[in-house]
């Protein structure tokens, strides 16, 4: 079965560090997804990605986030300056339409310190 | 505006007993509902979900969710819970003629007793 696979799958990084976080969607896939949960914490919505563009955000994705498709099969989330409170699980989704479901991959663990 | 209400944090069940796992939504549309499960240190799984077919749907490991559009509700049982069942639980809803961005609960950790 397609899978979606993220990587690393679980990164320390010390803060005011730029991290960047990489996914590989399932291929035929047109919608791409960053979720991210902090402990303890229901998993919220960053943002959505579709036809090279972001086409929805949450208020968490600030300017410090972005998101890129650069080569046509990665998706990364790249952190600018990490702060303490960015550490937690960060999903990647990918779907190829609401009715076939959201696909998850196993998630990276951003640690902060 | 959408959201999903998940009625329990926690549920705890013996071995061999019914699961239910309680999920409303509040949605102005027709509703796409699906529920994941989250493992310890894994990642999210898809266990069914519900597009506007039949309203009981069957999932993966004898999981099932019935969709009732009057109570604006969809959970998720299964006959006989297993060891292995024990996990972090989450009803997402997707509205239709809108955003299509999953909303996710606030999850249910499923607790099983030998």
């Known amino acids: 079965e397609p899978e979606v696979t993220q990587t690393p799958s679980h990164q320390v990084t010390q803060m005011g560090q730029e991290v960047i976080l990489r996914c590989v969607p399932i291929s035929n896939h047109l919608y791409f997804y960053w979720y991210r949960q902090i402990l303890g914490q229901k998993v919220e919505f960053l943002v959505s990605?579709?036809?090279?563009?972001?086409?929805?955000k949450s208020e968490i994705f600030d300017d410090q986030f972005s998101v890129e498709r650069p080569d046509g099969s990665n998706f990364t989330l790249k952190i600018r300056s990490t702060k303490l409170e960015d550490s937690a699980m960060y999903f990647c989704?990918?779907?190829?339409?609401?009715?076939?479901?959201?696909?998850f991959g196993s998630g990276t663990r951003l640690t902060v310190v | 505006a959408q959201s999903v209400t998940q009625l329990d944090s926690h549920v705890s069940v013996s071995e061999g007993t019914p699961v239910l796992l309680r999920c409303n939504y509040s949605s102005s549309y027709s509703p796409s509902l699906f529920w994941y499960v989250q493992h310890p240190n894994k990642g999210l799984q898809l266990l069914l979900k519900y597009t506007s077919a039949a309203t009981l749907v069957k999932g993966i490991n004898g999981f099932e969710a019935e969709f009732k559009k009057s109570e604006t509700s969809f959970h998720l049982t299964k006959p006989s819970a297993h060891m292995s069942d024990a996990a972090e639980y989450f009803c997402v809803v997707i509205l239709s003629g809108g955003s299509y961005i999953p909303t996710f609960g606030r999850g249910t950790s499923l607790i099983v007793h030998p």
């Open positions: 990605f579709y036809n090279n563009e972001i086409s929805e």
């Open positions: 989704a990918s779907s190829g339409g609401q009715s076939y479901g959201y696909t």
